[in-house]
């Protein structure tokens, strides 16, 4: 069952950038990545729970500013020591200017 | 800069990562705190934290270039003093350039691209005999608790200080020994308790096969010396760890020596030291170390304008390698009778301080 949450309007955030979004105690990271594609995360880093949304996007990869531990951004995936855990991912709408994340 | 004696700690604090001053950085809340960081607008710091390949692909071919030129004219020169100069050259960049170079590919800052990071995070591991694995998750701990006793792995001057083993160093003897000891034990595929405490389950075996690879290279150059009966392959690899390694010593002291251990905020536990050109080409700009720690994700060649942008929070930076020593070595060596001792950093009038709950010392 989807549990569709507004985060923030796609204005909200610069191309190959990523802000942080709070909700009923879940941190995410909504990125947005060229071409206006829109992706969500969970938004503390797996390794030492840092928030992701103060690391740096380069491509699809988003990097960790505590230890530089890389996420590829669309899978989660941990890309190497010292990140070893994948993130969770969220799935991500665009809808009217409104970037939409499934909490479900 | 200002100075103080805490009260009286009489022996000297347990620096191991499984004693007393372990649980006690645990239960003062010291340990995966929170630390300072100077706001900078996030357009700035991204720009700050922008990768390129151009700057390290150059420094890289300098290097390596400066490497091959003076490690062939020590070897065409060999048997004549003349060739001493150039292994003396050649030994700093294989002995002490390569500190710089594992550091700063070891946050993956340094380059852009990834394979280029490894490569030469790889290559300066092997020269300053660092185990690429173990050190990437030593360091790690390092920037979580810097110079948090009972946690950071990676203090170099305790208090009180070991004089003779930061002489001995200055030749990288007693870090090679040390360093040896741990290649037999991790090539025996076991690790000491402290690194069990910072080195996950899922990375140990890539330490053990490191060991191994380690061990086959070094023992290759002594069977390479003993069939050529030449001191020359030792020269090239190996020895040059020992005989260059003297500046990595002179430079990485003054990153933290004699501050406060203990404080929640790297500008009161580390130094920013201006070098000549020079220095920061074999030093990659380590020496802007308070940025480093504050913001790690900024890449060397970065560094100079990060520390323009958040210079008016932070004490003023050390005009000098000397000027750093001035204070560094009376430093150490009151710590050697007063192990309390310690240089306070004071912020500017203006800066934002560190909130006092987080101002933790060394009781
Ligand atoms: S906290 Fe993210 S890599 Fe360590």
């Known amino acids: 069952m989807s549990e569709w949450i507004e985060a923030c309007a796609a204005d909200d955030i610069e191309e190959e950038d990523v802000i942080r979004f709070d909700h009923g105690g879940v941190t995410l990271a909504i990125y947005r990545l060229e071409n206006d594609r829109f992706f969500a995360t969970g938004g503390l880093c797996t390794h030492e729970n840092v928030h992701l949304a103060d690391g740096l996007v380069m491509g699809k990869t988003i990097e960790c500013p505590k230890h530089n531990g890389r996420f590829d951004i669309p899978t989660g995936q941990a890309k190497g020591a010292p990140a070893c855990i994948n993130l969770k991912t969220y799935p991500v709408k665009v809808e009217a200017g409104r970037v939409l994340v499934d909490l479900a | 800069m200002s100075s103080a004696a805490a009260p009286r700690m009489a022996a000297g604090r347990d620096y191991s990562l499984v004693g007393a001053e372990a649980r006690r950085a645990e239960e003062r809340g010291l340990a995966s705190a929170t630390w300072y960081t100077t706001p900078i607008p996030r357009k700035q710091l991204k720009e700050l934290m922008r990768r390129k390949d151009g700057p390290a692909i150059r420094d890289t071919a300098l290097w390596i270039g400066a490497l091959i030129l003076f490690g062939s004219a020590g070897v065409l020169l060999w048997g004549h003093w003349v060739a001493v100069p150039f292994f003396i050259a050649y030994g700093v960049l294989y002995g002490s350039a390569s500190d710089s170079r594992w550091h700063e590919c070891g946050h993956g800052t340094a380059f852009k691209t990834g394979w280029m990071n490894d490569a030469v995070y790889n290559l300066a591991c092997f020269m300053i005999m660092r185990e690429p694995t173990v050190w990437r998750w030593s360091h790690t701990r390092h920037h979580t608790d810097t110079i948090i006793v009972g946690r950071d792995p990676e203090i170099s001057v305790k208090r009180p200080p070991d004089i003779l083993g930061l002489l001995l160093n200055l030749f990288a003897i007693k870090t ?42 070094l023992a290759a150059v002594v069977i390479a010396c003993m069939a050529l009966h030449s001191w ?69 060649h970065a560094l100079p304008a990060l520390h323009e942008a958040i210079k008016a929070e932070c004490p003023p930076a050390y005009p000098s390698l000397l000027a750093a020593y001035r204070e560094i070595i009376p430093a150490v060596l009151r710590q050697r009778r007063d192990p309390d001792y310690h240089v306070i950093r004071v912020l500017p009038a203006t800066a934002t301080a560190l909130p006092a709950d987080r101002l933790a010392t060394a009781a």
Do not use: C
């Open chain 2, 176 to 217: 090679t020994w040390f360093a040896l000891g741990k290649l037999v034990l991790h090539a025996r595929g076991r690790l000491n308790a402290e690194e069990a405490t910072f080195i996950p389950e899922m990375e140990r075996h890539k330490v053990f096969r490191t060991a191994r690879i380690y061990l086959a290279i």
């Open chain 2, 232 to 300: 020359i392959p030792a020269m090239l690899i190996g020895l040059p760890t020992l005989y260059g390694g003297w500046l990595t010593i002179v430079f990485g002291v003054t990153q933290h020596a004699g501050l406060s251990e203990d404080v929640l905020d790297h500008r009161l536990n580390s130094r920013t030291v201006y070098m000549n050109p020079v220095s920061r080409f074999l030093y990659w700009n380590m020496n802007y170390h308070v940025e480093h720690h504050m913001f790690p994700m900024v890449p060397y």
